[in-house]
């Protein structure tokens, strides 16, 4: 079974401070994805990452894939009290057609 | 209108009855999953299914049943509940056709086993 683990599990902060979440695993992944899934509602899909070292930038929000494709970052600069949620990580396994998801960390961001 | 509904929303039974979660999607996609969700635990693949004939286990099928009655239903069946199978369950799809399996969640149904 492949494993996902992220770090921190809870983070909270003041706005406009920066933050990095972790996902790590001991598996080689085909691309990893990052949810965020806000109260009351299912995941949606922020970016795909899919090439080891691939770096993407969605405004405030920087997506990092590991070299050896094991592992990734998110990092949030500058954050606001919208970027609350719950942030998972996923490793697809494109042969089985089906992902891994990781434990999720819950962000919250006080004004 | 929603593209992946979840009935019903809040379900609250007993131990021992049978329940069933039902799952509908207007997005065509060929494959369908169902998760649950725990606090600290992320999400957790119960079965998945990529076309009308396919069904397949995931991590923690223990308990739990599926059938997928069209392309576009899927529904989840608890054949005998117990509290442990308290918590959020997920249905969501995914298109066969695009390489990065970004998957589409329902909203969700809470359930709670008394």
């Known amino acids: 079974t492949q494993l996902l683990e992220q770090s921190p599990q809870f983070l909270s902060i003041q706005e406009g401070e920066n933050l990095t979440v972790y996902c790590n695993s001991s598996s080689v992944f085909s691309s990893l994805q990052w949810y965020r899934q806000e109260p009351g509602e299912g995941p949606v899909l922020l970016v795909t990452v899919v090439t080891g070292g691939e770096v993407k930038k969605l405004k405030r929000l920087t997506f990092q894939f590991g070299d050896a494709r094991k592992d990734s970052s998110l990092h949030i600069t500058a954050a606001q009290t919208g970027d609350t949620g719950l942030y998972l990580c996923?490793?697809?396994?494109?042969?089985?057609?089906?992902?891994?998801f990781g434990d999720g960390t819950t962000l919250t961001v006080k004004p | 209108d929603a593209d992946v509904t979840q009935t019903p929303r809040n379900r609250i039974t007993k131990t021992g009855k049978r329940i069933m979660l039902e799952c509908s999607q207007t997005k065509g996609h060929d494959r369908m999953y169902w998760y649950r969700q725990d606090p600290g635990l992320g999400l957790r693949l119960i079965y998945y299914?990529?076309?009308?004939?396919?069904?397949n286990k995931g991590e923690i099928s223990d308990g739990y049943s599926v059938s997928r009655q069209a392309q576009a239903k899927f529904s989840l069946s608890l054949e005998s509940a117990i509290p442990n199978q308290t918590a959020l369950y997920f249905c969501a799809t995914s298109d066969l056709w695009v390489s990065n399996n970004e998957q589409f969640f329902g909203p969700g149904t809470r359930l709670t086993v008394l």
């Open positions: 299914s990529f076309d009308v004939k396919d069904i």
């Open positions: 996923a490793g697809l396994n494109t042969n089985a057609g089906k992902s891994t």
